[in-house]
């Protein structure tokens, strides 16, 4: 089965222009989330869904940042107007509900804001 | 006060030795899950090794166990026969309560393996 799938995997851009990541969650898996890594503050939950439902986007740093799953295999993070403070690794993750619900981590978009 | 705290920030170890890498937790929580990723230079994520609170015995996947002390509030990671592959960063991460899906990462160790 493939994985947790990320695109772009890198992802350039100038400070002011808008950014959309993309991905798609482990099919069946009920839970999706969002996070950023950076060397200041390691990694950091933005967002998490539960059957397409935003429960908890407490970690979103501010109104530039929306995220959005219009259905249960696909998941937007947009970032508009993008500052050279956005860039990091931003990943996805997805589970599914249980004893256990391991998060599998996508292979992470690296950003770049200039 | 942190949740997950990794001591190491860096460890060298030789090749086909085992290595012991540490994560302590707080919770007051009596149900919770603790996980092991590693992250390689290549940047992914990967899930090695789970134990929840209520589990009797110690978690183990292949080379990787988990030497769970829950009044000590620890749980160490554990790879037997270090390989060079093994070098990473590894986090170690707790999900509190049922029902509740976030993860708290903890800062990481950077494992070198030297042949």
């Known amino acids: 089965d493939a994985g947790v799938i990320q695109s772009p995997r890198h992802e350039v851009t100038e400070m002011g222009q808008e950014v959309t990541l993309r991905c798609k969650p482990i099919?069946?898996?009920?839970?999706l989330f969002w996070y950023r890594q950076t060397m200041m503050r390691g990694l950091e939950l933005l967002i998490y869904?539960?059957?397409?439902?935003?429960?908890?986007d407490s970690g979103m740093p501010e109104d530039r940042f929306s995220a959005k799953m219009p259905n249960a295999s696909f998941s937007t993070l947009k970032i508009q107007p993008s500052e050279p403070r956005d860039s990091a690794v931003y990943f996805c993750?997805?589970?599914?509900?249980?004893?256990?619900?391991?998060?599998?981590f996508g292979p992470g978009t690296r950003l770049l804001v200039l | 006060a942190q949740k997950i705290t990794q001591t190491q920030p860096g460890m060298f170890v030789q090749e086909k030795e085992a290595v012991t890498l540490d994560c302590t937790y707080d919770?007051?929580?009596?149900?919770?899950?603790l996980f092991w990723y590693k992250q390689p230079s290549s940047g992914e994520m990967i899930f090695l090794i789970y134990q929840g609170s209520y589990d009797q015995q110690n978690a183990t996947e292949g080379r990787y166990s988990l030497n769970f002390q829950k009044a000590r509030k620890s749980a160490n990671l554990v790879i037997s026969a270090s390989q060079l592959g093994d070098s990473a960063m590894y986090f170690c991460?707790?999900?509190?309560?049922?029902?509740?899906?976030?993860?708290?990462f903890g800062t990481g160790t950077r494992l070198t393996i030297i042949p």
């Open positions: 991460a707790m999900r509190e309560s049922i029902g509740n899906e976030k993860l708290t």
């Open positions: 919770t007051s929580d009596p149900s919770y899950g």
């Open positions: 993750a997805s589970s599914l509900r249980g004893v256990q619900e391991t998060q599998y």
């Open positions: 099919s069946g898996h009920d839970y």
């Open positions: 869904f539960n059957n397409n439902v935003p429960i908890d």
